[in-house]
């Protein structure tokens, strides 16, 4: 495990989900703890192993950092809904607007109850563990453009498995995962963008993964406030996150909101020692030695 952090991560992620989905755990247990379990707990056993205590407490930290400028927070928590009411004129007419005058009280009863439940049950869980985890290291070794590709492998796989949960059978689960293929890998490079460029906040990260799968939701912003029908929505939902996903790759250059060539350590525990000694005196000598921990090691990943 210490010496091969990523697979140690996958192999659990599905060894705990496979565990999960043979045992008679209710519908609406399951979600939760599919993330919980199958996604953020593998991160913290392998990073406790590889980095012990330290690396335990500063993947906490960045899966709760809060302390990000408003901007991303908007761009998280507005931009895909914005997008959907903006779209959805031209293609529906005035009637999604009409609908939103008439059943704003739902956002109150039925959206934001949503996407409180996605935040704080599924998807802060489930990123933890494929952003502030795999992602992360990848682009230790990788550029980060590489990362998100790579980390999006084990992604759909693991979806696959959670889709043929819900449909009750193989064949239901590899259409829907078939079908959810490039939404499913465009998320890993637009929340990999997310969390770099707010300064390695997998909650923000989150926060947009929460969004988009309660805008869809059957009580989410589309459906139930917007009176949307849901299979369409998938699919400008689809084709939004898949823009947004060669937009940013585009304008990034690949680099995904990295900002240097020690971006590819953002998030970890040598980037931590990187923040905290370049405040000190003979910080230059610090960040040096940092830096490679990183390339002789610390940054191991297969």
């Known amino acids: 495990m210490r010496r091969y952090p990523v697979s140690a991560f996958v192999v659990l992620v599905f060894a705990l989900t496979g565990l999960l989905a043979v045992l008679p755990i209710p519908p609406g247990v399951y979600g939760p703890l599919e993330n ?3 996604a953020a707990v593998p991160a913290f056993i392998v990073t406790g192993v590889v980095a012990g205590r330290a690396g335990v407490l500063d993947l906490a930290r960045r899966s709760l950092r809060w302390r990000v400028p408003l901007r991303w927070y908007a761009l998280a928590l507005l931009a895909l809904p914005a997008a959907v009411l903006i779209i959805a004129v031209p293609l529906y007419g005035l009637d999604p607007v009409r609908a939103l005058v008439q059943n704003w009280p739902a956002l109150f009863t039925s959206y934001l109850p949503t ?3 996605m935040i704080v049950l599924n998807n802060v869980a489930e990123e933890t563990g494929w952003t502030g985890f795999l992602f992360s290291r990848l682009q230790q070794r990788h550029r980060p453009v590489y990362a998100a590709l790579l980390s999006a492998i084990p992604f759909w796989c693991w979806h696959l498995l959670s889709f043929t949960h819900d449909e009750g059978s193989w064949l239901g689960g590899l259409a829907l995962a078939g079908f959810l293929l490039l939404p499913l890998v465009a998320t890993r490079f637009v929340t990999g963008w997310l969390y770099n460029a707010s300064g390695a906040s997998v909650l923000i990260a989150g926060l947009f993964h929460a ?5 869809v ?5 589309a459906v139930a406030v917007l009176h949307l029908p849901q299979g369409e929505i998938l699919y400008v939902l689809a084709a939004l996150v898949t ?3 060669v937009a940013i790759t585009i304008a990034t250059h690949g680099r995904l909101g990295a900002r240097s060539r ?7 525990p040598a980037d931590s020692r990187l923040r905290r000694n370049s405040m000190r005196p ?6 040096s030695a940092a830096a490679a921990s990183v390339e002789g090691g610390e940054g191991r990943v297969d």
């Open 36 to 38: 919980i379990v199958g």
């Open 282 to 287: 003979g910080s230059l000598s610090a960040v």
């Open 217 to 221: 939701n059957p009580t989410g912003f």
């Open 243 to 245: 823009l947004a996903a």
């Open 115 to 117: 996407l409180a439940f």
């Open 211 to 215: 969004t988009h799968n309660a805008t």
């Open 262 to 268: 020690l971006g590819s350590t953002i998030g970890t």
